[in-house]
Structures are given as structure tokens and as C-alpha cells.
């Protein structure tokens, strides 16, 4: 179908971009990569009365590499993630996550920011983020504030970005050089949203390890004994399992049925894998 | 109504349009470049894959308003181009369209695809066009096409070095 009538307009600045998302009189919705956001509004699931255009701001496009972490701006593209023309906090991880999403001509659009705001459970974003310990930068109408990716996304298509805020950048924690990373996404067909996602990073040089499971209907889901598991390092491959499916029973509000505890069990089994050669 | 101002196969173009109307519905009704083709409208058949600022994109989640200074080349605007001319020769020999309505949009992802070396072997080209669907599936023959035009535009590199 075709887009319901909008309003459109190409704000200069962060801070004019907020002003009119604060102060809009009707339902304003902030555009970047549009990619999903076109798609709601062509299958008339969103109208909203005006898109305010944030994809050109120039603060929303700078990378800055600290020399522990690296701010990718909110409209950083996947395909830019892809092609290493951004800086890599992460050893690759992103770049390759950066290429089983979606299509080509999504990933030229498409922005991290964005992934963020929406927060489809089965997005890549949120649970790598979450897996590298990353935060995300809001600005609002009151300032700027941080949070950790693990705190922003609070459900299905949920996030703590208030009304007057726009997500800035992510701030993604450099990895040391023997930093470990597994992922997997398991889907029928390349570029899919993903069925179960599974994501490791382990760095214990900063005494890091977290498994998260993705696409596991809700927010992404920390496997908390998993990851203190996977700290010690190699482990029997029917405990590995006994206590993923451990983690997974105990996050009973997500309803997982018997196919997609399995998946979820076999993403992360396999993630863990990659790590622990 | 919004004023742009882009470029479509090389020509300026200025124009009003209302917000929501998409780049696909701008080339195809504004422009007459009607070799640009709608399938789903919610960007998962790729059939209306255009290159925006020389990127492959989706024209129907694309709005025209937000293509204001860009640049847009259609299937139309592709003549001279060695790589679209070396596929189009491999499509005709290998039968690689049916009833042809995807075939545009394959043309363009699968240049990208060359373009950016990854038509290497079989399960990347396949990897590559999971994002354009072909409903007569005629994929075996699409990808042996893609191969040999990679494979011509391969040769013709390594000869130029």
C-alpha cells in the first residue's frame, strides 16, 4: 500500500530536531534510515502527522575513537558497519553481525540508531550491544543521559527513550586483543529477522563474559549463569547445556515454547562454541 | 507539497511532492521510468532496488522528499555501464528472466554484488540475492549468470592491471 499523508521536515541541528519533536501538535515521528519505519507506514501500521528528518545531522554521523570505547553516531549506517568504514571496537563482531542483517539495499539505509529506537525483539542490534556492554547516548529537551543497552530496551518494541529525546550515539566499549567473540542467528533465509539470536563476548583481561539470547520475545535476555559459566573457560558440553536451559526456564515471562527454548539452547550452544575452541 | 531538487540518471530534476509519496511511486509516476517495479511495497521482495548516491536502496522505503540533493540512477540509466552491459549479454544466454518483473532490480543488486566482490562463488551470490525474490524461481539460472558476468568482469580487471 502506499504511505498515509505526513508532513515532512529537515531540521539543522540536534537541538532544533528535538525542539520539534517536543513541541509538535501532532504525532511526530523521528526519521533516519526509515527502513522500518516507511514499511509501518506503508502497511498503515504507523501515521504518524509529521516526520522530522534527522539522517543528514552531521552530529548524528561522527564516529569518535577513545581509547577505550568507540561512539558510533545514531545514524551510522549497517552497511558503513559492514564495510569497516567506521571505527571497530568490537574485533569484527559488528561487521559480521552488520552483514547478516537484512539485505544490502536495507543496510545502506538502515541506521544502529534506529535499530535501537525500535527495538524489534528480533533485531540484531540490541543484543549485540548488549553483549558488548554498550550504552546509549539520549538527547532530549533536558540534556543528554547514558544508559546501558541492557537497561534501555525494556520490551517488545519498549525502550526508556522518553517523547522529547533522540538517541545520539552508542558507546561501545573497546575489546582488549584476546577478547573472544561467537554469534549466531539462526533464520529460514538469509537476511531475515532472526528466529533465535545468540551473542558472546568474553575479554577477561577486564574480567568480562556475557551470553545473551536475541529475538527471545521481550528484551535481549542476559544468560547470567551461562555467562559466569563460559568465564572459567572450556566446559562439558551437557553441563553447557543443562545450564543454558537453566537461564532459559527461569525467564518464565518469556513464554518460550518447547521449539524455541530448543533454538534459543542451540544458537547459544553454538555461539559459546566459537568462543571456546 | 514539498520542493526537491535531485538527480535521476544523471539529470536534474526539481519537483513538489507530497511527503509521503515514495521514490518508486516519484521515478515510476513522475518520471515515466516505469522500469522500476513495485512487488510488496514493504521492502522485502526488492523488486524496486534502485541506487541511491550509487548505493543499492529500497525506492518504495525511500521517500522522494528525503532524496532532496541526491543522486538516483534507475534501471534506465544504466547504458554505458560495463558491468550492467556484461550481465545483461549473461542473462540473454543463460534464459535468466521469465516473466522479467524482478529482473531490473536483480541487474542492480546483482552490479552491487560485483561491484563489491562478493559474486565469488555460488552460496554468496545466493546470500547476496536473498533480498530480491523471483516468484517464476528461476534462481539456478540467475546465479549462473551473475557467476559468469563476475567472472568476465574479474578477467577484464586482471588484464587491465
Redesign the interface.
Known amino acids: 500500500?502506499?504511505?498515509?499523508?505526513?508532513?515532512?521536515i529537515?531540521p539543522r541541528s540536534l537541538t532544533e530536531a528535538v525542539d520539534l519533536l517536543a513541541h509538535a501538535s501532532v504525532e511526530a515521528r523521528v526519521?533516519a534510515g526509515?527502513?522500518s519505519l516507511?514499511?509501518m507506514?506503508?502497511?498503515r501500521v504507523a501515521s504518524p502527522g509529521l516526520?522530522i528528518?534527522i539522517?543528514r545531522l552531521p552530529e548524528l554521523l561522527t564516529v569518535t575513537n577513545y581509547s577505550d570505547a568507540v561512539t558510533l553516531g545514531a545514524c551510522v549506517t549497517h552497511?558503513a558497519i559492514e564495510d569497516g568504514r567506521v571505527a571497530d571496537p568490537s574485533h569484527g563482531l559488528m561487521p559480521r553481525v552488520a552483514s547478516t542483517l537484512?539485505?544490502?539495499?536495507?543496510r545502506?539505509?538502515g541506521t544502529i540508531g534506529g535499530s535501537l529506537a525500535l527495538s524489534d525483539p528480533a533485531a540484531e542490534w540490541p543484543a549485540v550491544l548488549a553483549a558488548l556492554d554498550a550504552e546509549v547516548v539520549l538527547y532530549g529537551s533536558s540534556g543528554r543521559r547514558s544508559l546501558k543497552c541492557t537497561e534501555f530496551t525494556t520490551g517488545i518494541f519498549q525502550t526508556r527513550l522518553a517523547q522529547n529525546e533522540i538517541i545520539e550515539s552508542a558507546r561501545v566499549p573497546k575489546l582488549s586483543a584476546d577478547a573472544g567473540c561467537g554469534y549466531v542467528k539462526l533464520c529460514r533465509?538469509?537476511?531475515e529477522f532472526a528466529s533465535a539470536l545468540a551473542v558472546v563476548v568474553t575479554d577477561p583481561r577486564r574480567g568480562y563474559c556475557r551470553v545473551v539470547s536475541g529475538a527471545a520475545n521481550g528484551a535481549p535476555l542476559v544468560l547470567a549463569d551461562t555467562s559466569r559459566l563460559v568465564a572459567e573457560g572450556p566446559c562439558d558440553p551437557g553441563a553447557l547445556r543443562g545450564t543454558i536451559s537453566g537461564d532459559l526456564d527461569r525467564a518464565s515471562d518469556r513464554h518460550f515454547d518447547d521449539f524455541e527454548r530448543n533454538l534459543h539452547t542451540v544458537a547459544a550452544m553454538r555461539a559459546v562454541k566459537q568462543v571456546l575452541v | 507539497m514539498?520542493g526537491i531538487h535531485l538527480h535521476i540518471n544523471g539529470a536534474a530534476i526539481v519537483d513538489d511532492v507530497?511527503?509521503?509519496l515514495?521514490l518508486a511511486?516519484f521515478v515510476r509516476e513522475r518520471r515515466n521510468l516505469t522500469g522500476t517495479h513495485l512487488g510488496c511495497?514493504?521492502?522485502v521482495c526488492?523488486a524496486c532496488?534502485v541506487l541511491?548516491d550509487g548505493?543499492?536502496?529500497?525506492s518504495?522505503?525511500?521517500?522522494a522528499?528525503?532524496c532532496?540533493g541526491r543522486s538516483v540512477e534507475t534501471i534506465e540509466g544504466f547504458a554505458g555501464d560495463p558491468v550492467l552491459a556484461a550481465l545483461r549479454r549473461t542473462f540473454h544466454q543463460h534464459h535468466a528472466l521469465q516473466c522479467g518483473y524482478c529482473t531490473p532490480a536483480m541487474l542492480i543488486?546483482a552490479r552491487?554484488l560485483i561491484l563489491r566482490k562478493r559474486a565469488g562463488s555460488e552460496r554468496e551470490i545466493?546470500?547476496?540475492l536473498?533480498?530480491?525474490i523471483c516468484r517464476c524461481t528461476g534462481y539456478t539460472n540467475i546465479v549462473t549468470a551473475i557467476a559468469e558476468a563476475a567472472q568476465e568482469i574479474g578477467k577484464e580487471a586482471a588484464n587491465a592491471q
Do not use: F, W
Open positions: 500500500m502506499k504511505a498515509p499523508a505526513v508532513d515532512y529537515r526519521i526509515g527502513q516507511v514499511a507506514m506503508n502497511l516526520l528528518d539522517a552497511a537484512a539485505y544490502r539495499a536495507i545502506t539505509r533465509k538469509s537476511g | 514539498t507530497p511527503p509521503r515514495s511511486d511495497e514493504h521492502g526488492g532496488t541511491v548505493e543499492p536502496g529500497r518504495c522505503l525511500v521517500l522528499v528525503a532532496d543488486t552491487d545466493r546470500d547476496g536473498a533480498g530480491n
